[in-house]
């Protein structure tokens, strides 16, 4: 039997409303809007108000935010999210534009306790000059951390098992290989999702995620 138990989405037109229950988090409004398979959409540490775009004729979510970094004890960028709870992967296609404010804005799958600022999360992150991160914060108000992957690649994808968190990008011949892994202890369900930071606190960016799975994994 297979180990992993679908929770994977091929978008379609009808794909807008498999999940239609929005959770508000107390201190991060969720904005109105349709989201695809994800339940809401947040600015977190940011002034510049982002956004989330989901064509539900090609799958495609095109994130807009700003903030300065997602880095240090707080982040600042713009989460398109949904709870989940359990061991869960999230891979995904990106493209940058062609003009980004940073060579270090980044597009990040992300697991995050919380939508504070300074919450513990895990993510892989995508680098608008191409160089792909596992980061993480291990607990609220920690320093970020990181470990560098040596491959480059469009394709990316994190997997949670407990508390561990696994990067992977895909290699050439198309097999997603894993370059890192970091436990972080999260608690109940989590948010999981799609981030963007334009590292630069005067500008927004957009980035489009397309091919975007979750899986829901069991032993």
């Known amino acids: 039997m297979s180990r992993y138990r679908m929770f994977a ?5 009808f794909s807008a409303l498999a999940l239609g229950c929005a959770i508000v988090a107390a201190t991060q409004p969720t904005q ?3 989201y695809g398979i994800f339940s809401g959409s947040s600015d977190i540490g940011i002034g510049f108000p982002g956004a989330v775009v989901f064509d539900p004729y090609t799958g495609v979510f095109s994130v807009k935010g700003g903030g300065a ?5 707080a982040d600042g960028f713009h989460l398109a999210w949904v709870k989940l709870q359990g061991d869960a992967s999230l891979g995904a296609d990106i493209e940058f534009p062609a003009h980004v404010p940073s060579p270090l804005a980044k597009a ?3 697991f995050r306790q919380s939508l504070d600022p300074d919450s513990a999360y895990a993510d892989v992150a995508l680098h608008a000059d191409g160089h792909i991160t596992l980061q993480w914060r291990d607990k609220a108000g920690d320093v970020t951390a990181d470990a560098v992957s040596p491959l480059r690649s469009r394709r ?3 997997e949670r098992h407990g508390n561990v968190f696994t990067a992977s990008a895909q290699s ?3 097999k997603m290989i894993p370059f890192a892994m970091h436990t972080v202890a999260m608690t109940g369900p989590v948010f999981v999702g799609l981030g963007v930071c334009a590292h630069d606190v005067k500008n927004i960016t ?3 995620f397309s ?3 979750i899986e829901r994994l069991s032993n």
């Open 108 to 110: 990040v799958l992300i």
């Open 211 to 213: 091919n975007v799975i």
């Open 156 to 158: 990316i994808r994190i």
């Open 9 to 13: 989405f091929i978008f379609s037109a």
């Open 69 to 73: 970094d997602m880095w240090g004890t």
């Open 32 to 34: 109105p809007g349709n």
């Open 206 to 208: 957009t980035i489009k």
């Open 172 to 174: 050439e011949d198309n």
